[in-house]
């Protein structure tokens, strides 16, 4: 089973294209974030998804009005992405807006320091939201595989647990799984490294496992 989303946070069309396609086999997910939806245009979307055959997620951590989230959301949609990335601190009309028009993932918790500021003292009310809601999943952080754990321990069965921060951000992927993610998200560890392939390979393996 394939738990390994590849966050490909390039800029470049052809280098996204290129690295997507030799890290497929061991992947789950391609995600693109928004520079490569800056450097690339939403075109990218349709191409990973061509290259690759993979599902695509657009990491677009939306957070505004209800009626924009859906403007965005639905070309986002259009282009072809599978899964959208939320934010839920906005509210639940503002995520419903989304979820109308595709799968969506709801940030719960995030994986760097700063985090702990706003966004952790908020996370058993997103739990709470998102076991109303009941989205594809959400997104917990690889870097505490504490709190991944308790997210878990909390979140309705079913609701898949999608983990940033392995690798580059300190996370370990088998480490993370089992403290109860499904899946892990990494991006430099990857694309950054010399041979992108190769890292994908060992990082499958290092969770396949698990
Ligand atoms: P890498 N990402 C994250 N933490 O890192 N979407 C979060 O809490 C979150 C995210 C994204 O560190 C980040 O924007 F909600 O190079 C980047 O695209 O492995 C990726 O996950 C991590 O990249």
């Not at 739990?127 to 997210?151: K, M, S």
Request: glycine share 10%; with cysteine; charged share 25%.
């Amino acid at each position: 089973m394939k738990r390994l989303i590849l966050a490909l946070d390039v800029y470049e069309r052809e280098r996204a294209l290129e690295i997507a396609e030799c890290t497929a086999d061991y992947l789950w997910a391609v995600k693109v974030n928004w520079p490569l939806i800056i450097g690339s245009g939403l075109g990218i979307i349709t191409e990973l998804r061509q290259v690759t055959g993979l599902p695509v997620i657009a990491d677009l951590k939306l957070a505004d009005i209800p009626n924009t989230n859906r403007l965005i959301a639905k070309r986002v949609f259009d282009a072809g992405a599978d899964y959208i990335i939320a934010h839920g601190f906005v509210g639940r009309d503002s995520v419903n807006a989304i979820m109308e028009l595709g799968e969506t993932i709801i940030v719960v918790e995030m994986s760097h320091p700063g985090a702990e500021e706003f966004i952790q003292p908020a996370t058993d009310k997103l739990i709470e939201l998102t076991n109303e809601l009941e989205p594809f999943g959400v997104i917990a952080p690889a870097t505490r595989p504490e709190r991944v754990a308790y997210i878990r321990s909390k979140l309705k069965p079913g609701i898949k647990i999608l983990t940033p921060g392995v690798g580059a951000q300190g996370g370990r992927g088998d480490e993370v799984l089992k403290a109860g993610a499904d899946y892990v998200i990494v991006g430099r560890s990857i694309y950054a490294s010399e041979n992108p392939r190769e890292a994908a390979r060992n990082l499958h393996q290092e969770i396949a496992g698990v």
